[in-house]
C-alpha cells in the first residue's frame, strides 16, 4: 500500500512564500509522473503543476514563474514552491503521484490548505 503524507501549509501575507513537501511511503514502487492540484472554496480541483520522473515540468498558466515544481527519486518526494502568493492561490493543494507496483495507478495526498491573507 502506498501512502501519500503533505506537509507545509500554512497562512501568509499577500507576497510571501511557502513550500509544500509530499512523500510517498511503502515498499517496492516506483513513481512516474508527480503533481500538484488544488480546490478553493465553492471551486473544482484543478491542475497547479506537474513533473515527470525525468524531469519535465508543467505549470498552470496562473502560477508560472511564481511557482516551481521539483522531486526528489531517492526520497520518492515532491516540492512545489510558490513565491509571490496571491489571494486568489488560497485553496487546498494536493498532491498525486502516479505510482507503479505490479500495476499503475494512481495515490492522492490528504490535502494541505494555503490561506493567503493580509
Known amino acids: 500500500q502506498v501512502q501519500l503524507v503533505e506537509s507545509g501549509g500554512g497562512l501568509v501575507q499577500p507576497g510571501g512564500s511557502l513550500r509544500l513537501s509530499c512523500a510517498a511511503s511503502?515498499?517496492?514502487?516506483?513513481?512516474?509522473?508527480m503533481g500538484w492540484y488544488r480546490q478553493a472554496p465553492e471551486k473544482e480541483r484543478e491542475h497547479v503543476a506537474t513533473i515527470t520522473n525525468v524531469g519535465s515540468t508543467n505549470y498552470a498558466d496562473s502560477v508560472k514563474g511564481r511557482f516551481t515544481i521539483s522531486r526528489d527519486n531517492a526520497n520518492n518526494t515532491v516540492l512545489l514552491q510558490m513565491n509571490s502568493l496571491q489571494p486568489e492561490d488560497t485553496a487546498v493543494y494536493f498532491c498525486?503521484?502516479?505510482?507503479?507496483?505490479?500495476?499503475?495507478?494512481?495515490?492522492w495526498g490528504q490535502g494541505t490548505l494555503v490561506t493567503v491573507s493580509s
Open positions: 511503502g515498499r517496492g514502487f516506483s513513481v512516474n509522473v
Open positions: 498525486k503521484m502516479i505510482i507503479t507496483k505490479d500495476y499503475t495507478f494512481q495515490v
